[in-house]
């Protein structure tokens, strides 16, 4: 099984190494496991979604050229 750290999973999501440590902790990626104190995850997990969003905003753009 091919694994990646935090490090692996910040360069790939685009985030902080932070993040994703702080991701690992709250549960967000079910897949992520402790080994000491370093986070080791499989190869190809998926960046959990922003929980800060509910929805995408829209751009109304006919209201734009008025």
């Not at 985030?15 to 994703?20: H, Q």
């Not at 000491?36 to 922003?50: Q, Y």
């Amino acid at each position: 099984m091919d694994i990646m750290t935090t490090k692996d999973a910040a360069a790939l999501w685009g985030i902080s190494i932070r993040r994703v440590q702080a991701l690992c902790d709250s549960g967000k990626i079910p897949s992520a496991t402790k080994i000491g104190d370093v986070w080791l995850m499989p190869k190809g997990t998926e960046k959990p979604l922003d929980g800060r969003y509910k929805e995408t905003k829209t751009v109304d753009t006919r209201k734009a050229g008025k």
